[in-house]
């Protein structure tokens, strides 16, 4: 009797004791995950750098550019140089962005884009004109409407360049010919800054007139009565 008194104290003093801890800890005897701050502050996207892109791919991605010239993933390169500032037409920042063929046989320019933001629309516009009047000089022209970005399109022998004005951004797209781009140059030009005229707007200190251009109403200089094409889609 003396044994079993002694098993049935012991068992009791053990009871005792995972009840004393249960209760002196309760729930926190389990482990609580914590997570950062910038974790819980959430995942989206923070606001869009009022600035030019620092990477040409923000704009548009190489191997989007590629796809659109049935060119196999990752045989599109990217090259994104920074311009400086000039004060003396008002420009304060500059990038140019070139995808070129990568791979072998690879290394001829597929397409440049040219971005110039002024310090007002103004500004913007008064430098574009300047630089399409230039453009037009040694090639066949015509006016162009991408929603409420004037444009000019400008097709020689050797290239096709499409000249905008969206805001307080002058963007210029050039096609050389050797790049062998499926569809008529010009359509192509179009569909690439319809692509690309949302992104841009979207880094600019106000929006522009149209954030997202809808298809345009293309027609030709002339005096006689403007002549609509079919309008060019936008992919998503």
Known sequence: MRFGGRVVAMLAVGLGVLTACSTATGE????????????????????????????????????DLGALFARPIGSTALRTIRGVPEPSVNRTERIGC????SGPGGGNTLLDINIGRYT????????????????????RSRD?????APAVAVERGTETVLAVVYGVDTLTFVLPAAAR?????????????????????????????????????????TTTAPASVAPVAAAG
């Open 181 to 221: 781009a499926p569809g008529a140059p010009v359509d192509r030009l179009v569909d690439l800054a319809l692509r690309v005229l949302p992104k841009d707007g979207a880094t600019q200190p106000a929006p522009p007139e149209t954030s997202t251009p809808p298809a345009p109403a293309v027609a030709p200089s």
């Open 28 to 63: 926190e005897a389990l482990p609580v995950p914590t997570f950062p701050a910038s974790a819980a502050a959430g995942s989206g996207a923070g606001p869009t750098k009022i600035a030019l892109a620092e990477d040409c791919g923000t704009l548009l991605a190489p191997d």
């Open 144 to 148: 162009l409407a991408i929603g409420a």
């Open 98 to 101: 070139r995808y070129s063929a």
């Open 120 to 139: 007002d629309a103004a500004a913007a516009k008064r430098q574009w004109q300047l630089n399409t009047n230039a453009e037009r000089s040694d090639g």
